[in-house]
């Protein structure tokens, strides 16, 4: 018996509203309801029945911790539903990569978790959202869809190596180094590879359960670059202000400003936790071997800010012991 597929709204340009035919619009505009009953094919593509709930209705370069918790709770719900399939979110574009990656390490991901978005508001003359949807619809109701995946412009990635690359093409996301996981064309999922990707365990699945996570406070991390004339005093201030973990955009294989590395060094000393990416958008650096810090394992700085938070979180709650293994 075919099961029903969940659609979260969150808001974005996919529910975004404007003149008719201008290129003016305010994101996040359409109830969820309103977008899911736009578009008739969406019941046929789920098969066995839609439901639909707004989580917010936010333009997402506004996303908050508090809409995350909610989001990742009622995901959660639902995913341990028997009679749910999978579930389809739709989502801003411009922070989608954040909450695609905070989910893929939060969620079992024995069912799919598919987000979409657009690029043109739902009153463009030629909106690129309802086509989205019923991919994003279809991905979710395939028998061999696991985890949490993005469809956008016809193209699946998956959520480590998503990322949005350009600020108006209708083709704004691309996974540089993995490439596609596939395609939903004509309403048919083409995977790329021999087999769709398989599920694995969330790694910090656990966490959902914990206080920590539903606390009022995320542990705050943030993201520093280095860039020529950098000097290090946001990272003094920062560390000053209480900051418990710093994630540095670095420049080629790795390498810091001089000035900025001896205040890096200087935070890891009053013990906040540092964490090396690249600001450069395709490759993975070197493993940091001779500094008080690890890479961030091939993440985009915005993703290894996520990983570095809820790893925080599980040092505070539970594990007893601070993420990069250092004492002190
Ligand atoms: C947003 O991210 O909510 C607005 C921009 C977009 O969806 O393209």
Same mark, same amino acid.
């Given at each position: 018996?075919?099961?029903?597929?969940?659609?979260?709204?969150?808001?974005?340009?996919?529910?975004?509203?404007?003149?008719a035919g201008?290129g003016?619009?305010?994101?996040?505009?359409?109830?969820?309801?309103?977008?899911?009953?736009?578009?008739?094919?969406?019941?046929?593509?789920?098969?066995?029945?839609?439901?639909?709930?707004?989580?917010?209705?936010?333009?997402?370069?506004?996303?908050?911790?508090?809409?995350?918790?909610?989001?990742?709770?009622?995901?959660?719900?639902?995913?341990?539903?028997?009679?749910?399939?999978?579930?389809?979110?739709?989502?801003?574009?411009?922070?989608?990569?954040?909450?695609?990656?905070?989910?893929?390490?939060?969620?079992?991901?024995?069912?799919?978790?598919?987000?979409?978005?657009a690029m043109r508001p739902a009153t463009a003359l030629s909106p690129d959202g309802p086509q989205?949807?019923?991919?994003?619809?279809?991905?979710?109701?395939?028998?061999?869809?696991?985890?949490?995946?993005?469809?956008?412009?016809?193209?699946?990635?998956?959520?480590?190596?998503?990322?949005?690359?350009?600020?108006?093409?209708l083709?704004?996301?691309?996974?540089?180094?993995?490439?596609?996981?596939?395609?939903?064309?004509?309403?048919?999922?083409?995977?790329?590879?021999?087999?769709?990707?398989?599920?694995?365990?969330?790694?910090?699945?656990?966490?959902?359960?914990?206080?920590?996570?539903?606390?009022?406070?995320?542990?705050?991390?943030?993201?520093? !670059?280095?860039? #020529?004339? @950098?000097? &290090?005093?946001? $990272?003094?201030?920062?560390?000053?202000? %209480?900051?418990?973990? +710093?994630?540095?955009?670095?420049?080629?294989?790795?390498?810091?400003?001089?000035?900025?590395?001896?205040? !890096?060094?200087? #935070?890891? @000393?009053? &013990?906040?936790? $540092?964490?090396?990416?690249?600001?450069? %958008?395709?490759?993975? +650096?070197?493993?940091?071997?001779?500094?008080?810090?690890?890479?961030?394992?091939?993440?985009?700085?915005?993703?290894?800010?996520?990983?570095?938070?809820?790893?925080?979180?599980?040092?505070?709650?539970?594990? %007893?012991?601070?993420?990069?293994?250092?004492?002190?």
């Amino acid at each position: 018996m075919s099961r029903k597929i969940v659609i979260l709204g969150t808001g974005g340009t996919i529910a975004g509203t404007g003149p008719a035919g201008s290129g003016s619009y305010t994101a996040a505009q359409l109830t969820a309801e309103q977008l899911v009953g736009s578009i008739p094919a969406l019941q046929n593509a789920a098969g066995g029945g839609l439901l639909v709930q707004e989580v917010a209705r936010i333009d997402s370069k506004d996303m908050t911790h508090a809409v995350w918790q909610w989001l990742a709770q009622r995901c959660l719900a639902h995913l341990a539903d028997g009679t749910v399939g999978g579930i389809v979110i739709t989502h801003g574009t411009d922070t989608l990569e954040e909450t695609a990656w905070l989910l893929h390490e939060l969620l079992p991901a024995d069912k799919p978790v598919v987000l979409t978005c657009a690029m043109r508001p739902a009153t463009a003359l030629s909106p690129d959202g309802p086509q989205n949807l019923l991919d994003a619809v279809t991905l979710a109701a395939h028998p061999e869809a696991h985890g949490v995946l993005v469809v956008a412009a016809g193209v699946v990635h998956g959520a480590r190596e998503v990322t949005k690359v350009h600020p108006q093409r209708l083709d704004a996301f691309a996974s540089p180094d993995g490439g596609p996981l596939g395609w939903v064309q004509g309403g048919e999922v083409r995977w790329a590879h021999a087999t769709a990707p398989q599920p694995a365990a969330p790694r910090c699945g656990a966490l959902l359960l914990e206080p920590a996570f539903m606390a009022p406070q995320w542990p705050r991390v943030e993201i520093i !670059l280095s860039h #020529a004339g @950098s000097d &290090g005093a946001l $990272v003094d201030w920062l560390v000053a202000g %209480g900051v418990r973990g +710093i994630v540095v955009a670095a420049t080629g294989n790795g390498t810091l400003h001089e000035a900025l590395q001896a205040a !890096l060094r200087r #935070a890891v @000393s009053a &013990g906040v936790t $540092v964490r090396l990416a690249s600001r450069c %958008g395709e490759g993975r +650096i070197s493993p940091v071997t001779d500094q008080p810090w690890r890479d961030a394992g091939g993440l985009s700085p915005v993703k290894a800010r996520i990983s570095l938070m809820l790893e925080l979180m599980q040092a505070s709650d539970s594990f %007893g012991a601070r993420p990069d293994g250092l004492s002190g």
